[in-house]
C-alpha cells in the first residue's frame, strides 16, 4: 500500500485546510487510517484516526473539535478537515494505514501502523 498526502500549504490563523491521503497498491477500505503530525523539533504525535468503515473516529485533546476526520472507500481516499487553525498547528502531516482493528487504546501509537505516507507541510501564520 502506498499512500500519498496533499492539500497542505501556507495559511492564517483561522483559516481552513482539507488534506487528502489518497492510498494505491491496496484496498483502503482495509485499513484504519490515522493523520499525525510532526512540528520541527517535536515529537510526532498522533491527530485522528478513523476505523475502516468509519464507524469510529478519534481525536487528539488539542484538535478535537477543530478537526475532522473522514474517508470515502470508493475513491481509496481519507480526508482531513481542519478549521479554525492555530500557529500550534504548523508541522508536517503524515497519513498511515493500519492493517489491525483501531481501538481507543492504540489509535494513537505510530508503531501499530503499518504503512506511511510522506508529509504534507501545514504552515499557519499568526
Known amino acids: 500500500v502506498q499512500l500519498q498526502a496533499s492539500g497542505g500549504g501556507l495559511v492564517q490563523t483561522g483559516d481552513s485546510l482539507t488534506l487528502s491521503c489518497v492510498a494505491s497498491?491496496?484496498?483502503?477500505?482495509?485499513?484504519?487510517m490515522g493523520w499525525f503530525r510532526q512540528a520541527p523539533g517535536m515529537e510526532r504525535e498522533a491527530v485522528a484516526a478513523?476505523?475502516?468503515?468509519?464507524?469510529?473516529?478519534y481525536y487528539s485533546d488539542p484538535v478535537k473539535g477543530r478537526f475532522t476526520v473522514f474517508r470515502d472507500n470508493a475513491k481509496n481516499t481519507v480526508y482531513l478537515r481542519m478549521n479554525n487553525l492555530e500557529p500550534g498547528d504548523t508541522a508536517v502531516y503524515y497519513c498511515?494505514?493500519?492493517?489491525?482493528?483501531?481501538?481507543?487504546?492504540?489509535?494513537?501509537?505510530?508503531?501499530?501502523?503499518?504503512?506511511w505516507g510522506r508529509g504534507t507541510q501545514v504552515t499557519v501564520s499568526s
Open positions: 478513523i476505523s475502516r468503515a468509519a464507524h469510529r473516529r
Open positions: 497498491g491496496g484496498f483502503a477500505s482495509g485499513f484504519a
Open positions: 498511515a494505514a493500519k492493517a489491525s482493528v483501531l481501538m481507543p487504546e492504540t489509535w494513537s501509537r505510530g508503531n501499530s501502523y503499518n504503512y
